[in-house]
Nanobody
Framework: QAQLVESGGGLVQPGGSLRLSCAAS??????????WAWFRQAPGKEREFVAA????????YYLDSVKGRFTVSKDNAKNTMTLEMNTLKPEDTAVYYC??????????????????WGQGTQVTVSS
């Protein structure tokens, strides 16, 4: 059974940095046409798109509020994805989920575009 495993979450002060990683058990997840993404869900809120890496062209996509602070990258050799998070804010506090799928371009930011999900990792930004 295909698995995605996130790591790197934790507690950080406002303005600090964290690096999240997502490792996949299936090599086919790094095939052309696959998209890897990060979503997050804060308490009492719906899950929202954060960032994505589309293998078709290597383009990246971001939630407006994280542009310039977060960077998503993909390592095909290691079959992993990383989310570098800088200048963290309390509103970034959430459970962060890794997802993999083959969404059409217009569905890159949609939950429905992804078939495989990790179990999530908690990120807490607080002083």
């Amino acid at each position: 059974q295909a698995q995605l495993v996130e790591s790197g979450g934790g507690l950080v002060q406002p303005g600090g940095s964290l690096r999240l990683s997502c490792a996949a058990s299936e090599r086919s997840f790094s095939n052309y046409g696959m998209t890897w993404a990060w979503f997050r869900q804060a308490p009492g809120k719906e899950r929202e798109f954060v960032a994505a890496f589309r293998s078709n062209g290597g383009r990246t996509y971001y939630l407006d509020s994280v542009k310039g602070r977060f960077t998503v990258s993909k390592d095909n050799a290691k079959n992993t994805m990383t989310l570098e998070m800088n200048t963290l804010k309390p509103e970034d506090t959430a459970v962060y989920y890794c997802a993999v799928g083959s969404p059409i371009l217009s569905s890159t930011r949609s939950n429905n575009g992804y078939r495989y999900w990790g179990q999530g990792t908690q990120v807490t930004v607080s002083s």
